[in-house]
Every structure is written in C-alpha cells, then in structure tokens.
C-alpha cells in the first residue's frame, strides 16, 4: 500500500501554474514524512550524525540570512528553499534510520513505488506517442502532449527519462530480493528502454551508459553471472529502438519531430553557462540568493545573445551552487558532493548498496544538465538513498551523541517541518485559487468575481506576484514602489511585467532604465512575445503622453536557438 501511495508522486497529472510541481512534491513529501514518523517511533538505535548531513543543517539558515541582507527580496523565497532544504536533511536522516532498523525494507518500498510508477508512465507515454487517448476517460488522467517526445505525467522527457532509469534499478532490485524471476525483470525493463527511446533524453542516453558501465566494473558484486552481460543486450535493445523510431512513425502516419542528432545542432546550454558564468562573476562572494537564478540572468542578459527563455534554475547542479552562494561557497559545497561520491563509490561491497548509489548517480548525472534536483518528488528519494549509503558504509560519522538527545533533535526537527509543510500548503492553496480567479477575470469572463491578492503567511513572493499582474503604472510613485515592481519583475520575468515596469520608471522620470529593461525583455521573454513588443509599446505611449520620449529599442541581438 505504502508504494502504489508513494508512485502516484510520478503520476499526478496536475502541473498548474504558478507552482507546476506544488502537488506531486507536496504528495511525496507527506507520504515520506508519515513514513519517516514510523521509522524514527520504531527504529530504537542511536541517532548518529554524518558530515554530509552536517553540511546540509547548516545551510538551512543561509536563505534567511540572504533576505536580511537584501539577497532575497522576499520572505517567501526564503521560506521555499529553507523548507526543501530541511526536506533533504531529513530525508538523509530518516534513511539512515531505515537502513539501520530494517536494512532492505526500504528499498522494497521505495524501488517498488518507483518501478510502479516507471511501468504505469510508459504506459500512459505510449498512449499519447499513438495519440489514442479518449477524451472522456483516460486523458483527463494525463498531461497533454504533442506525441513528439512523450513524457507521460512528468511534464518534461528528460524528467521521465531519469524515472525510468530508476526503473531499471528497481526492476534489479526485485531480482536481487527474489521478488522478480530473471525472465520478467528482463521483459519489465526492455518496456521500459522503449519508454527511454520515446523520451529521445540524451541526458538518459548517458545514465543508461553509466548503468551498464557499472554492471562491468561490479560484475562480481551481484552474486549472478551473466548481469553486465544482460545490460549490454538491453542497451543494444534500446539503440535498436532509438533507430527505428522515426521509420516506424513514418508507417503509422504520426507527426515526425526532429531527432536527436538534429537536436544536437541547436545546443543551447553552452551559451547559457556562459552568460551565467559572467553573472557570477558580477557578484563573487554572496551570490543572487538560494534558488534564485533568474536576478543573475537578468543582470548580464542585455551583453549576451538573446536565449528569448527565462530560466529558473541553470541546468548544472554545481553551477547553481555558485549562483545562489557566492563562488567559494558554491566551490564548497560542489566539493563536498564530489568528495561524498567518491567515497561511497570506493566502500561499496554489496549489491543493495550499488543500487543505492546508482540511484544517486543517475540522477546527479541529470542533475548536470538540468534540474531535477529541484523537485521534491526527485530530492526527497535521492536523499533517502544517501542516507542509507551514509549508515551502511559509513560515510564522514560524526561520533554517537546521546541516545535521547539525538532522537528527540530529528523528532523535534520532523514537527518543525511539518508544521512548515502545512503553512506550505494552506497557502499554496489560496494563491492557486487568486491565480485562477486573476486568469478569469484577465479573460473576462463573463460572472467571475473580482481577483484579490491572497492572503498567505510564508508565500509572500507569489502573493506579490499576482499584485502586480493587476499593477498599474502612475506618476508619482515612490522609491519604494519602484524597486518592488523591479524585484517582482527579476523573479517573474513576464513580457507584460517587463513592459508594466518601463511604464512605471518612464512615467517617472527614469527613460533610460525603462529602455534597458525592455532591451532585457527581447533577451529573454520567448521570440514572439518580443516581436509584439513595439505595438504594445506604442499602445502605452499613446495611453501615457510621457511616454513619447522612450522609443522602443532598434536592435535586439538574437540568436537561433532552441530550448534544451
């Protein structure tokens, strides 16, 4: 019961704006911590801390410290990344726990969920690669998609591609438990590579490599013969399937997409590290805030190729890591991780430990290239996973406090975060439904009532968000009010909030801010947002007289690129 609960985080269709990915980690988060809550009631032993989770503890104060000092301009900003950060230390706490009382108990639970949700998702993808959903049952329970490259309800195919990758390890781990003959394990996973193929995911591509690389070099760990020589047919299977892609949607009439080797033409990632790397570069030592990587791209946008995307995280864990902490810090910590990895990789003995840290590795490798990270629904098991690595090989153990004073500081710890959690959640819940009645009324619906600010007590960035989509721009206003709409405009980079904001400095009496924001707009904002620009622009001037002395910006540098 426990598993089929925990899969449906991978299986929630809902993925709503503002926060897309609020209720699969809010799923995740509560089923971990009722399990978390048994684990710490039942598991009698000592509670011993490791340096990986000490590094963890200690930067759960860093976000609140970056508000007090102006870093982040929002409470709520601070709240949201203290609150995953806790998460994971919790995470890495409760796993050490788990695999010191019940050593494979947790691997059945949580290998059983992720494989559930693998097969179910493959299943879902298929349906809409064949586009054979009916609109009255099946596809209400799926996230729309264009069948190019299905993504089931992971709104993202690199996304599925690493959940799918873990897949194949919880397919393992049934072997290993005997819970799996060789012959079902090996069927359930060849479903699952044709899933990987339909994800066409490079960054799936080079964690299947790395499974079948370790199957290899720990071919004498798994206790059966032939493993690293199943991987290998099953890469070969996948390549297979990855090659036959395209003619077979030429026989079955489906929309053909580009490939992935044309994709490998329109690589925009290396343009994007090097116009972060400049904005790290602008602020060394403190950084743009926990999580915050939009401020750095909208301070160096206007010197760098347009990338007409805005882009919330880096896709490079470590890169991220400088970002939000400062370059030493940032070294610090990517450090850290590194050294931890090399550890675990060097004490691993047994086969449920390997499946462990290919767990870890798997997703560190996504993590890259992109940001899965930054999802509960991926953070919380890895974190899980490293905790049980932590207690099993013994990784940087801090010494053994006292038995109660250890269990009552996790205890303590689990009801702060839980009480977080449903502050959390009371008011996600009434932002999601003042963003939905602003939707209404920006439509102008016929009877929808008048939308109004939320009131919340820990999501004050989202509150302030949707104040100033019904913002509009006087004469008149204060210092205060202008840097507000400057801080709301960085954290949600919309065309109509770059274009409300140089209304508000031209109107007073700021012309040349007002252009260069609207020079970072067509930098970021998509393509046909930008081109639309100099009509709503000459709309605002005719409304706003003052206006006529800011010409909308000649010459905004573009480059061809896509999205990665």
Same mark, same amino acid.
């Given at each position: 019961?426990?598993?089929?609960?925990?899969?449906?985080?991978?299986?929630?269709?809902?993925?709503?704006?503002? /926060?897309?990915?609020?209720?699969?980690?809010?799923?995740?988060?509560?089923?971990?911590?009722?399990?978390?809550?048994?684990?710490?009631?039942?598991?009698?032993?000592a509670v011993i801390w490791h340096g990986l989770a000490l590094v963890v503890a200690l930067l759960i104060p860093l976000p609140f410290a970056q508000h007090a000092f102006g870093t982040l301009p929002f409470a709520g900003q601070?709240?949201?990344?203290?609150?995953?950060?806790?998460?994971?230390?919790? =995470?890495?706490?409760?796993?050490?726990?788990?695999?010191?009382?019940?050593?494979?108990?947790?691997?059945?639970?949580?290998?059983?969920?992720?494989?559930?949700?693998?097969?179910?998702?493959?299943?879902?993808?298929?349906?809409?690669?064949?586009?054979?959903?009916?609109?009255?049952?099946?596809?209400?329970?799926?996230?729309?998609?264009?069948?190019?490259?299905?993504?089931?309800?992971?709104?993202?195919?690199?996304?599925?591609?690493?959940?799918l990758l873990w897949g194949l390890l919880a397919f393992g781990w049934g072997v290993w438990r005997?819970?799996?003959?060789?012959?079902? =394990?090996?069927?359930?996973?060849?479903?699952?590579?044709?899933?990987?193929?339909?994800?066409?995911?490079?960054?799936?591509?080079?964690?299947?490599?790395?499974?079948?690389?370790?199957?290899?070099? /720990?071919?004498?760990?798994?206790?059966?013969?032939?493993?690293?020589?199943?991987?290998?047919?099953?890469?070969?299977?996948?390549?297979?399937?990855?090659?036959?892609?395209?003619?077979?949607?030429?026989?079955?009439?489906?929309?053909?997409?580009?490939?992935?080797?044309?994709?490998?033409?329109?690589?925009?990632?290396?343009?994007?590290?090097?116009?972060?790397?400049?904005?790290?570069?602008?602020? #060394?030592?403190?950084?743009?805030?926990?999580?915050?990587?939009?401020?750095?791209?909208?301070?160096?946008?206007?010197?760098?190729?347009?990338?007409?995307?805005?882009?919330?995280?880096?896709?490079?864990?470590?890169?991220?890591?400088?970002?939000?902490?400062?370059?030493?810090?940032?070294?610090?910590?990517?450090?850290?991780?590194?050294?931890?990895?090399?550890?675990?990789?060097?004490?691993?003995?047994? #086969?449920?430990? =390997?499946?462990?840290?290919?767990?870890?590795?798997v997703v560190g490798i996504h993590a890259m290239l992109e940001l899965p990270l930054h999802y509960a629904y991926f953070l919380l098991p890895t974190g899980l996973a490293m905790g049980a690595l932590n207690a099993g090989l013994k990784i940087w153990p801090l010494g053994q406090p006292s038995r109660w004073t250890g269990r009552w500081l996790l205890v303590g710890t689990w009801c702060l975060g839980a009480i977080v959690l449903g502050f959390v959640v009371r008011d996600y819940f009434r932002v999601e439904a003042a963003y939905a009645a602003l939707q209404l009324e920006r439509a102008q619906i016929q009877n929808s009532r008048a939308a109004e600010a939320p009131e919340v007590l820990l999501l004050t960035d989202l509150r302030e968000v949707q104040r100033f989509m019904k913002f509009e721009p006087v004469a008149g206003a204060s210092l205060p009010e202008l840097q507000w709409a400057r801080e709301v405009t960085v954290i949600w980079p919309s065309s109509r909030n770059f274009i409300t904001l140089a209304i508000l400095l031209g109107l007073n009496q700021q012309p040349r801010e007002a252009r260069d924001w609207l020079i970072k707009m067509c930098h970021i904002? #998509?393509?046909?947002?930008?081109?639309?620009?100099?009509?709503?622009?000459?709309?605002a001037q005719k409304l706003h007289p003052q206006l006529a002395g800011i010409e909308w910006p000649a010459a905004v540098q573009s480059t061809q690129a896509v999205s990665p």
């Open positions: 019961m426990a598993s089929a609960l925990l899969s449906l985080a991978w299986l929630l269709p809902n993925h709503s704006k503002p /926060w897309t990915s609020f209720h699969c980690d809010t799923w995740v988060a509560t089923m971990l911590a009722v399990i978390g809550l048994v684990v710490m009631v039942r598991a009698r032993q601070a709240w949201i990344a203290t609150t995953y950060t806790a998460g994971f230390l919790l =995470a890495l706490m409760i796993g050490q726990q788990w695999q010191g009382w019940r050593p494979v108990w947790m691997g059945d639970i949580l290998f059983s969920a992720i494989g559930i949700a693998a097969v179910i998702s493959v299943a879902l993808q298929l349906q809409q690669w064949l586009g054979s959903a009916d609109p009255g049952t099946l596809d209400v329970w799926t996230v729309g998609s264009d069948g190019a490259r299905p993504y089931a309800n992971m709104s993202q195919p690199n996304q599925l591609a690493t959940l005997r819970q799996l003959g060789l012959a079902a =394990a090996l069927l359930g996973a060849a479903f699952l590579l044709i899933g990987l193929a339909l994800t066409q995911s490079r960054a799936g591509m080079l964690g299947l490599l790395v499974l079948v690389l370790a199957a290899w070099c /720990w071919k004498k760990l798994w206790g059966a013969r032939h493993v690293h020589q199943y991987a290998v047919g099953l890469a070969a299977f996948y390549v297979a399937v990855l090659l036959l892609l395209e003619p077979l949607r030429r026989v079955l009439m489906l929309d053909v997409p580009g490939s992935m080797v044309q994709r490998l033409g329109h690589e925009l990632r290396p343009e994007l590290w090097r116009m972060l790397l400049d904005a790290a570069w602008q602020r #060394p030592w403190a950084g743009y805030g926990w999580n915050q990587v939009l401020p750095a791209q909208v301070a160096v946008a206007e010197r760098h190729p347009a990338l007409h995307i805005p882009f919330f995280q880096s896709h490079n864990l470590f890169l991220d890591f400088v970002l939000w902490a400062g370059i030493p810090l940032g070294i610090l910590l990517t450090g850290c991780v590194l050294a931890w990895l090399v550890t675990a990789a060097r004490r691993v003995r047994r #086969p449920e430990e =390997a499946l462990y840290l290919l767990m870890v590795l904002v #998509p393509r046909e947002q930008c081109a639309s620009g100099p009509s709503r622009w000459e709309q």
